[in-house]
C-alpha cells in the first residue's frame, strides 16, 4: 500500500505541487527510514524530526523499511516544511487514520519533537496553490490566519499532530481559522516637518505622482534621508491586487505575524554594507532580497556610492523589468521586484563638495571619483536626481510650513488619477 498527500515546493513566490508516497516495505526487522526526491539537507533530517515527533505522542514507527518519496523527483526540495506531510502519509500508511481522510488536502507544516506543529513560512501562497487545485490546506496554527487570506480555500490549522488526528478520528472538531486583521503600518513621518528644501520637496511630489526613481546629492544634514523617509506618506494604499503580490513575497520570507497585512506599502532601507543577494535575493535557499520586499513600495538607499559596484548594477535589469532571476545550476527561480528607487549621497566622500563652508580641498576631483563609483547605466535609470543645499539657520528659524502630507498626498491622488483616465 502507497499512502499520498499533496504539499508544495516554492519556486519563489509560485507553490508548485508535490505528492508525498510513503510506502513500507517488508516484513518485522530493523527501522530503516529513507526520503528520496532532490531533498535538501532540512527535508533528509524530516525523517529524525518525524521519529520524535511519534514519541512525543506515543507513536513508534513500524519495524520496516519506510520509503518517503517526493515526486517530481527531479524537483529540488528544500525547507521544513515537509515534516508534516511526511508525518500524515506515513501514519496513513501506517492504519492510525484513513487513507481517504487526507483526500481533498495539502499539507505544511514543521514538526517539534513533543508533537507539537512549528510556524513555516509561505503559508499564503501554499494556500492559493492549493485552491487552485481544488484542495484544502492544513498548516500550522500560527499561520492560519495568514493563510485564510487566500479568499475561499479550506483551512485547517492544527496546534498539534495529536489535535489533527483526533480530527481526522471524529473525536475533536478543528475550526477555521479566520483571516488576520488589516493593520495599520506604521506611523509616517509628517512632510511639515521638513524646514528649507521646496525644490526637493516639490520634485518628492512630482516623483510619487509619477512613480520616478529619484536622486538626492547634498551635504550632511541637509534632509536627504528624511525627505525620502516621508515619500510612502505620499503614495496611494495598494490596491487588493498589490497586496496579495506584496504578502506573498513577505509570506515566503516569513515576514508576516499571525496573518495581518497592511495597505500601506512597504519601505525598505538596507544598509549600504549589504551585498549582492541581500538586495536581489539568494543565499543558501534563495530567500527573497531587499528589492523583492519592497515590491510595490519604496527602496531607499542612503549614501548610495558606499555600495559595493555589484550590489548597485544587481539592480540594473529589475529597475528596467520589474523582476528577479536568481539563476541556480538546476533552477532559476523569480521574485517579483517592481519598486520605486530613492537614493541618497553626498557630493564627495569628504561631504560637503566644492562649495561653502567646509568645502573639500580637492574639488572637483574627489567629487568626480567619488560620484563615478556608480556607473552610468544605473545614474541613467534614475529619473530625476536633485541638489539639497545645506539647510541654513535662518531656514531652521522659519514656522512650519502651511501645507504637509495630507495635503501633498491629495494632489498625488488627484495626478494619479488623471495618468489613469
Known amino acids: 500500500m502507497v499512502a499520498r498527500v499533496v504539499t508544495v515546493a516554492f519556486d519563489g513566490v509560485e507553490a508548485r505541487r508535490v505528492d508525498v508516497e510513503v510506502q513500507l516495505i517488508g516484513a518485522d526487522g530493523p527501522t530503516i527510514f529513507n526520503i528520496v526526491g532532490l531533498p535538501d539537507k532540512a527535508v533528509a533530517e524530516s525523517k529524525e524530526r518525524v521519529r520524535g515527533a511519534f514519541a512525543g505522542i506515543g507513536l513508534a514507527l513500524p519495524a520496516k523499511r519506510?520509503?518517503?518519496?517526493?515526486?517530481?523527483?527531479?524537483?529540488?526540495?528544500?525547507?521544513?516544511?515537509?515534516?508534516?506531510?511526511?508525518?500524515?502519509?506515513?501514519?496513513?500508511?501506517?492504519?492510525?487514520?484513513?487513507?481517504?481522510?487526507?483526500?481533498?488536502?495539502?499539507?505544511?507544516?514543521?514538526?517539534?519533537?513533543?508533537g507539537q506543529i512549528a510556524r513555516v513560512g509561505g503559508a499564503l501562497p501554499a494556500a492559493v496553490a492549493a485552491d487552485a487545485m481544488g484542495l484544502g490546506l492544513i498548516c500550522p496554527e500560527t499561520t492560519g490566519p495568514e493563510a485564510a487570506w487566500a479568499g475561499g480555500a479550506r483551512i485547517l490549522a492544527p496546534r498539534s499532530l495529536i489535535s489533527l488526528v483526533n480530527h481526522f478520528k471524529g473525536t475533536q472538531?478543528?475550526?477555521?481559522?479566520?483571516?488576520?486583521?488589516?493593520?495599520?503600518?506604521?506611523?509616517?513621518?509628517?512632510?511639515?516637518?521638513?524646514?528649507?528644501?521646496?525644490?526637493?520637496?516639490?520634485?518628492?511630489?512630482?516623483?510619487?505622482?509619477g512613480g520616478h526613481n529619484l536622486l538626492f546629492i547634498g551635504p550632511p544634514g541637509s534632509g536627504k534621508s528624511m525627505m525620502a523617509q516621508r515619500l510612502p506618506g505620499l503614495l496611494p494604499p495598494l490596491t487588493s491586487q498589490e497586496l496579495l503580490e506584496t504578502s506573498m513575497v513577505w509570506s515566503v520570507a516569513g515576514l508576516i505575524e499571525r496573518g495581518?497585512?497592511?495597505?500601506?506599502?512597504?519601505?525598505?532601507?538596507?544598509?549600504?554594507?549589504?551585498?549582492?543577494?541581500?538586495?536581489?535575493?539568494?543565499?543558501?535557499?534563495?530567500?527573497?532580497?531587499?528589492?523583492?520586499?519592497?515590491?510595490?513600495?519604496?527602496?531607499?538607499?542612503?549614501?548610495?556610492?558606499?555600495?559595493?559596484?555589484?550590489?548597485?548594477?544587481?539592480?540594473?535589469?529589475?529597475?528596467?523589468?520589474?523582476?528577479?532571476?536568481?539563476?541556480?545550476?538546476?533552477?532559476?527561480?523569480r521574485y517579483p521586484a517592481r519598486f520605486q528607487l530613492v537614493a541618497a549621497m553626498n557630493p564627495c566622500r569628504c561631504g560637503m563638495g566644492g562649495a561653502g563652508r567646509g568645502a573639500c580641498g580637492k574639488a572637483p576631483r574627489c567629487q568626480r571619483d567619488y560620484q563615478n563609483r556608480v556607473s552610468g547605466p544605473m545614474f541613467d535609470r534614475i529619473d530625476l536626481t536633485v541638489e539639497t543645499p545645506p539647510v541654513t539657520a535662518a531656514d531652521m528659524a522659519l514656522p512650519p510650513p502651511a501645507e504637509g502630507t495630507a495635503e501633498a498626498r491629495a494632489r498625488v491622488a488627484t495626478a494619479r488619477a488623471m495618468q489613469e483616465d
Open 173 to 209: 472538531v478543528l475550526r477555521a481559522p479566520e483571516p488576520g486583521p488589516l493593520a495599520d503600518g506604521k506611523a509616517v513621518p509628517d512632510l511639515r516637518e521638513v524646514k528649507g528644501q521646496e525644490s526637493a520637496k516639490r520634485a518628492l511630489e512630482i516623483a510619487a505622482a
Open 260 to 333: 495581518a497585512l497592511t495597505r500601506d506599502r512597504p519601505f525598505r532601507s538596507p544598509h549600504h554594507s549589504a551585498s549582492m543577494a541581500a538586495l536581489t535575493g539568494g543565499g543558501l535557499r534563495a530567500k527573497p532580497g531587499e528589492a523583492s520586499l519592497a515590491h510595490n513600495g519604496v527602496l531607499f538607499l542612503d549614501e548610495l556610492p558606499e555600495y559595493s559596484a555589484q550590489a548597485l548594477d544587481s539592480l540594473r535589469a529589475p529597475l528596467e523589468t520589474g523582476e528577479i532571476v536568481v539563476a541556480r545550476a538546476n533552477a532559476h527561480i
Open 66 to 114: 519506510i520509503i518517503a518519496n517526493l515526486a517530481p523527483a527531479d524537483l529540488p526540495k528544500e525547507g521544513s516544511h515537509f515534516d508534516l506531510p511526511i508525518a500524515l502519509a506515513l501514519m496513513a500508511a501506517m492504519g492510525v487514520i484513513a487513507p481517504d481522510a487526507l483526500d481533498g488536502w495539502a499539507a505544511i507544516g514543521e514538526l517539534g519533537l513533543d
